[in-house]
Nanobody, 120 residues
Framework: QVQLVESGGGLIQAGGSLRLSCAAS????????IGWYRQAPGKQRELVAAISTGGTTNYADFVKGRFTISRDNAKNTVYLQMNSLKPEDTAVYYC??????????????WGQGTQVTVSS
């Protein structure tokens, strides 16, 4: 059974920091690209940051310079360090694991999400 379990969310004042974690089980974690997405009320889910199996990272423009994604394959965990948080960062943050095989098969999984609320 595949599980992605996010943790680390909470209520924080603007300018503060949080570190989200996503612990995976039931998959060969090192084979999966991992992304953090977020969804604010009334808005579509959007990509925040992603990290490839080789450690290449990419970020949405609205978090560049503030958020850092990293992974620890030994712990089957990906992290999202969030600094200089703004009220507009308030959302449910989701972890996503993605694997494309050479035969075209795709495996994709979502976590249940963790709430981040940034007060002004």
């Amino acid at each position: 059974q595949v599980q992605l379990v996010e943790s680390g969310g909470g209520l924080i004042q603007a300018g503060g920091s949080l570190r989200l974690s996503c612990a995976a089980s039931g998959i060969i974690f090192s084979m999966y690209a991992i992304g953090w997405y977020r969804q604010a009320p009334g808005k579509q889910r959007e990509l925040v940051a992603a990290i490839s199996t080789g450690g290449t990272t990419n970020y949405a423009d609205f978090v560049k310079g503030r958020f850092t994604i990293s992974r620890d394959n030994a712990k089957n965990t990906v992290y999202l360090q969030m600094n200089s948080l703004k009220p507009e960062d308030t959302a449910v943050y989701y972890c996503h694991a993605d694997l494309f095989l050479s035969d075209g098969t795709r495996y994709t999984y979502w976590g249940q999400g963790t709430q981040v609320t940034v007060s002004s």
